[in-house]
């Protein structure tokens, strides 16, 4: 025998299809699938590989509904995600996944869904969002509460709007700070969930966001009524082999990459209020 | 005595033999006619460690260890004794997996690359000299490595081919607590041969096989069967270590214990001692993480990827974008402790520590997680005045 390739531990290439700019800083990328065709449940992430510079986490944010391109919002905050967001279409970035759990959309059918998303975490929240609208007439209310810093970093612009001016949904946006010409809400995410039409006795919650932001987003769903078994997060580690192994993801006793990253809000909660966990 | 179950399950040789000492080299032999390559305790800057063997002479002969909190130290023994000591720093995880070794190589292909997977040396390993403790780590390790949905090759290929020569320990170290942790000093399973040097009268070794391999190889030594006698003066030697066994851990309600103290200001106690350093992960048998690295040669056409041994008690390993999530030593002493102790238990069915010392001995500062876990115990419920602020990322 002459090698024992560790297969999960290789990425695939992928062509780069199409890069939008959504930000200053972030872009989504449109890749073709290694395999031609290819799968992933809203939530789950995918390992992207930029030749020689390294390999970092990245939520799938594509609409599960098309099968014929891997779609991710990269922001560029250091060594890889910049090196990612700085690709042109026909280049190759390598890629391997889908890892980890999903959103449990299914839990939601027949019940109020409450989307809360903060900054880059609306990227995870994207393809559940999708799902939802392809059968919009499984669920009852719809809420979407998404904050970013400023109105600059607003991600997705087009489909908000698109999104906001459907009528079977609603869609609050809140920045942290703004100029003159920002008329809309200024404040933390978490002050929108009291405004948001849904029904805490029969809501079920998807957040994503920094993990203060998680924490808050938890407690205070809490005190509107919302059993924390009907709340999910998705939580963010260090991860490098995304399989469980490496052990760099531990969270308490989950490894997130395996365990996660999305879990019932009522299982990490009390995690989540221990410091540096 | 009924014979417990081994490593595949067979039963080996219902009974034992005795095998002089000056066969041992015989079993050397046997071993490199098969084609392993033998690895074993020898002696290298004045420490027990684990490293190619080619003679029974490389063996640290007629020495032995004196252990502490903090303190190692070899001197020479009243006798010839093969395996007079008890583990060093070393621990057979280094064979299984390499503490750095290449994942593959890219090369750039126009405006992609191409993955060649890396040329892994094919090595049929025999481990001569594992202890109890260690057959226990090796066994943590598999669950590891090959027990869920994705498992290393390399380790699964090394595991599968390794020949696993057991010794049982005649003598305790003070760092030692396997019999707290229900891991020794008794071998009783997992290995292919175990000996048990028997150094009073005849130098000699007692002998048992555990699976068909071992068997196979028994076959080809210079042994006579066993005596009452031999087998009775083996069982004492495995007594003696198990009465001179030098610390201890109360094991019972420890995952609880630990998991309902993660504020306990004990934390912040032993954050004033802890240097950070990691040379606890490092000597751990069990401790299983590895850290990844991309790299590109200097013409940028060649990548590749390392994984490398990592430890906890690092900054970068709980690194996220704006910091550590784990910034404070309390924070990473109590991660390592709790994983040891108690999360494993979650993740593998076991606890990820086998009783073997290692972390007390070669903690440069002495730090001893049995003394920490009772010290936890003897103030259970306290806890320091900080509280959660959720301003940390
Ligand atoms: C499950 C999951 C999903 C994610 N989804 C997205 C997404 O959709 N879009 C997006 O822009 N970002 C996402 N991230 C965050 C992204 O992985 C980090 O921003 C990225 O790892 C930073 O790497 P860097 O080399 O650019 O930064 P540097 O700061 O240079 O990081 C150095 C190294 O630290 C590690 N590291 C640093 N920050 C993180 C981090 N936040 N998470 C994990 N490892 C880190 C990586 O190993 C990285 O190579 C996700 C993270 C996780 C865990
Ligand atoms: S934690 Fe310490 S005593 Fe336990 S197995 Fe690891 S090194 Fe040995
Ligand atoms: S406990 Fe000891 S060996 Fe471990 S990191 Fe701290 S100082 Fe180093």
Redo the contacts between chains.
Sequence with gaps: MSSLPLDWSVPRPAVVLRVRRETQDVRTLYLRPPEGVWAFQPGQFNMLYAFGVGEVPVSVSGDPGHRDVVVHTVRAVGAVTTALARVRPGQVVGLRGPFGSGWPLQEAQGRDVLVVAGGIGLAPLRPLVCGLLRHRHRYGRVAILYGARTPQDLLYRDELQRWRARFDMQVEVTVDRAGPDWRGNVGVVTRLLPRAGVDPAEVVAFVCGPEVMMRFAGRELEALGVAPSQVFVSMERNMQCAVGLCGHCQFGASFVCRDGPVFRYAEVRDRLWVREL | MSRPPTSDGSTGSPSGYVLPAEGLGELFDALVRRGYTLVGPTVRDGAVVYDRLSSPQDLPVGLTDEQEAGRYRLRARPDRAYFGYTVGPHSWKRFLQPPERV??R?V?DG?????E????E?VRYAFVGVRACELAALAVQDR??MG???T???YR?RRADAFVVAVQCGQAGATCFCSSMGTGPRCTGGYDLVLTELLGGEHRFYLEAGSPRGDEVLAELPCRPASPEDRQAADQAVSRAEAQMGRRLETQGVRELLLRN??HPRWDQVAGRCLSCGNCTLVCPTC?????E???DLS?QV?E?R?RW?S?FTGQ??????GS????T??RYR?WLT?KL??WW??FGSSGCVGCGRCITWCPVGIDLTEEVAAIRGSDGLRSG?E??????
């Design positions: 994942l593959w890219a750039r405006d992609g690359f191409r993955v997977a890396a040329p892994e094919a590891v490595f869920g949905s994705h290393d090759p390399l290929a993660l504020e299983f993480c590895f850290a990844v991309d790299t590109t940028g990548a990827r994984a990592d906890c390993f709980s690194y996220l974008h704006g999530v784990r910034a404070t309390r924070a991660q994983h108690a999360t979650d993740q900080r959660a602020s959720g301003e940390n990322p």
